[in-house]
């Protein structure tokens, strides 16, 4: 009997695993595809200093907060990618919007808002994606001009969507 417990426990472990090195689980079934080229990095103190030193919410920000959650590096290019708590996806557009930039494109429909800027001479897109009905998932990247050009289409907005799916 104990060998059919142990073969049960096992089996929970070991369907919770996610197939594939290439895609990521954030949360109610929902995965990223992470390029093979993308390389899974620590969310160490460097990381989250970065992370909010380019994508936090404005201080006076009462409402909601969007922890990083993965970080990943590709070539010459960084991927944070951030679960919202507490805020809407709205919410979280407003805050984009509001954002001090040099934009270079946006757009934004009921499921996903894009915005592509420079700030301080960084490459920067961020990405709200609604999924599910209540549902939202934040990814941003940092690049350097260098990199910009190879990897811009890596990161416009019919890229980020298909990049997130529903198994």
């Not at 895609?23 to 993308?38: G, R, T, V």
């Not at 260098?146 to 811009?152: D, G």
Request: aromatic content about 18%; charged content about 20%.
């Amino acid at each position: 009997m104990k060998i059919v417990y142990i073969f049960f426990i096992f089996f929970i472990f070991s369907s919770c695993q996610v197939n594939s090195e290439n895609e990521i689980a954030i949360y109610n079934n929902y995965f990223f595809s992470k390029k093979p080229s993308e390389t899974n990095k620590p969310i160490n103190f460097d990381a989250k200093e970065e992370y909010n030193q380019y994508f936090s919410l404005p201080i006076h920000q009462k409402k909601g907060q969007i922890p990083i959650f993965k970080y990943f590096e590709g070539q010459g290019y960084k991927i944070f990618i951030g679960v919202p708590f507490q805020i809407t996806f709205q919410d979280i557009t407003k805050q984009l919007i509001s954002k001090e930039k040099n934009l270079i494109s946006n757009s934004k429909n009921d499921s996903l808002s894009y915005i592509n800027y420079i700030k301080n001479k960084q490459w920067i897109t961020e990405s709200v994606l609604r999924v599910g009905d209540s549902s939202t998932i934040y990814l941003a990247t940092l690049q350097d001009s260098a990199h910009y050009a190879n990897n811009k289409k890596i990161f416009d907005a019919d890229s980020v969507r298909q990049r997130f799916y529903k198994k």
